[in-house]
């Protein structure tokens, strides 16, 4: 397999891992909360697809504004509700109920989903790109992946959401004095991070068999991509992203699959040593 083939073949993986870690960042970011229930929702958007598309014939693309909507209702009610209650404790205390949570959520899933692998099944074919080839599920894969960061991006920047939660970001305390509610900024930014976990799902279902025990594995993925990229900001997990994906397909051409996800973590070792604050990061967020 040549280079070419290699980098589009990460390129198409770091799309997915942008997607399914800028929620997590962005969570953990502005709240201070490592949210370990992320891969759950990961898993549950993609179970919500799959039995919208297996019993209902909902399309995969058509299920998408319906799992985001669910699953931000889902992320607000959860953070407003019981998570809030803690915000200001230490981050061991947060991490905590996030990890109960996780155990329920995970364990609710496994009972009531099982744990047999699914998939939802397009039989699209596959594409010439650039001279390399990929199949089209992969190929319509990353292009949602990129543009659903791209439309988190352009919400941050550019509606009056996105700046309220970017100055909590910067300063709560100034933030709450120019008359921003920042309870409420929490639990939307914590909605936002559990719809992007959900559609992250839908997209990823396509690609690949999901089950409750892959909700461990994205879970570290969203790790690697925050410490590679920088936290707390949109382009930080998709330069992450993309660059752990590159890594790992050479990793896997190289080494073997099974020693990709290794190859991975040593870079996040690496990075914690030399740029804390990773490639794009910013000081203070590390």
Not at 136 to 142: E, I, S, T, V
Not at 246 to 261: D, I, L
């Amino acid at each position: 397999m040549d280079s070419a083939q290699l980098i589009m073949n990460g390129l198409a993986l770091g799309a997915l891992y942008a997607c399914l870690a800028v929620g997590f960042s962005l969570v953990w970011g502005v709240l201070n909360v490592i949210n370990m229930v992320h891969g759950s929702f990961i898993v549950l958007g993609g179970y919500l697809a799959y039995f919208m598309w297996s019993y209902f014939g909902v399309y995969p693309l058509a299920a998408l504004p319906l799992v985001g909507i669910v699953m931000f209702v889902f992320g607000y009610v959860l953070q407003y509700t019981l998570t809030n209650k803690v915000i200001h404790a230490p981050v061991l205390t947060t991490l905590t109920l996030t990890f109960g949570l996780d155990m329920i959520l995970y364990n609710l899933m496994t009972v009531y989903f099982s744990a047999t692998p699914r998939r939802i099944r397009l039989d699209l074919g596959s594409f010439e790109v650039f001279g390399t080839f990929m199949p089209a599920d992969r190929l319509l894969g990353m292009l949602l992946a990129l543009t659903l960061t791209g439309m988190l991006y352009y919400v941050m920047r550019s509606s009056k959401i996105g700046r309220a939660i970017v100055a909590v970001r910067m300063d709560r305390v100034a933030a709450q004095l120019m008359g921003i509610r920042v309870n409420n900024i929490y639990a939307i930014t914590f909605g936002i991070g559990a719809m992007m976990a959900g559609l992250a799902g839908v997209i990823l279902v396509i690609v690949f068999p999901t089950t409750t025990s892959v909700a461990g594995a994205y879970l570290g993925k969203a790790f690697v991509v925050c410490v590679v990229g920088g936290l707390g900001s949109v382009p930080g997990a998709l330069i992450g992203g993309l660059v752990l994906g590159v890594v790992e397909s050479f990793a896997a051409h190289y080494f073997g699959p099974q020693n990709a996800p290794i190859v991975g973590f040593i870079l996040l070792l690496f990075l914690l040593l030399v740029k804390p604050t990773g490639l794009v990061g910013i000081k203070g967020y590390e």
